[in-house]
């Protein structure tokens, strides 16, 4: 059974169902695309969901090292083409009919595993290795499955995820907290007056650390700008469906770090969210920029530049800071 075949069946439905019900920003994105793209797409966005919440929802670090054990077991079943679940088989069956490499969705583990072990983040740059394997890699996974005329794009990709990325880590920070977790680096918290934040997780967030945690936000929502506008330069690069899907959802990402900048950057102010009629209004937005694009993709169908599987594989170290 040919990828098509099986993505088109109950799969696709049950993907669909999840992206709709867990990610209602992506879901609007995803009904832009055709049918294989978006049957393809809500896959690998299941596959996903499905890791993380097996990993997440674990009620102590032991299982949660368990079950971070058994989505590696899964990733390898679905690469091999031994898995039995329907979603994982079709996971699998999308991976290889688009030469989806392994390596992506192994830094998307070992993303969750920074997770599992609590990991501090003592600088930027290693926040920004966390934001690559927590979403990065999910941009080039995408990349996969709609194709690019250029594999020059792929780093334009990996900064798009990570704008999305650092956009979540300065929605949630509030969140994250309650939880135990604290992603905000110890560089930019030193030096808006917070050092140490971290060794006081397990108590409520101090009313001394909400300016400065302000400050880093500020400071976050800014590099993550520099991504958007980086990742940007490689929506030319996709066929036309992909590109305005990818255009509307990052038009509603920068849009909720426009909103926490409204609150002033507190992150004690309420989770930052877009309204419906707002989506509604990025995805015209981004209609009306793909209109503005159709003469240069004209140029390049012209010339001869159609979409493909990408040839190269990216690493961390291949993707530089905007």
């Known amino acids: ?27 609007l994105a995803t009904a832009i695309l055709g049918r294989r793209l978006r049957d393809q797409t809500s896959v690998v966005y299941t596959w996903c969901r499905r890791a993380d919440d097996a990993v997440d929802l674990a009620g102590s670090r032991e299982e949660a090292q368990a079950a971070l054990a058994d989505q590696r077991a899964e990733l390898a079943a679905a690469y091999a083409g031994t898995a039995t679940d329907p979603v994982l088989a079709a996971f699998g069956e999308v991976a290889r009919a688009r030469a989806m490499p392994r390596a992506y ?31 990065g890699v999910v941009g080039l996974m995408m990349t996969h499955v709609f194709g690019v005329k250029d594999d020059r794009a792929l780093p334009y990709a990996a900064h798009l995820g990570i704008a999305m990325q650092l956009t979540n880590v300065c929605r ?17 918290l030193a030096a808006h007056g917070a050092p140490g934040l971290a060794d006081q997780l397990g108590e409520p967030l101090p009313d001394a650390a909400r300016a400065p945690i302000a400050a880093v936000v500020e400071d ?14 490689g929506i030319r690069d996709l066929p036309w469906r992909a590109a305005l899907a990818v255009r509307a959802a990052r038009r509603v990402y920068a849009a909720i770090g426009r909103r926490i900048a409204a609150q002033r950057h507190d992150v004690t ?23 503005v694009d159709a003469p240069v993709r004209a140029g390049r169908a012209m010339v001869g530049a159609r979409a493909r599987v990408p040839a190269r594989t990216l690493e961390f170290v291949d993707v530089p800071r905007p």
Not at 182 to 187: A, E, F, T, W
């Open 172 to 188: 949630d920070v509030a969140e994250d907290w309650a939880r135990g977790r604290l992603y905000l680096p110890d560089d930019l």
């Open 105 to 135: 969705p192994e830094e998307l583990l070992a993303g969750m595993a920074m997770d599992v072990d609590d990991t501090r983040y003592a600088t930027t740059d290693e926040l920004l290795r966390y934001c690559w394997r927590a979403a």
């Open 220 to 233: 976050l929502l800014a590099l993550a700008d520099r991504y958007y506008r980086s990742g940007d330069r």
């Open 269 to 291: 102010a309420g989770r930052a969210f877009v309204s419906r009629n707002a989506k509604l209004a990025h995805v015209g937005a981004a209609l009306a920029r793909s209109a």
């Open 1 to 27: 059974m040919t990828s098509t075949a099986l993505v088109a069946a109950g799969p696709a439905a049950q993907a669909r169902a999840t992206i709709a019900v867990h990610s209602k920003s992506f879901a």
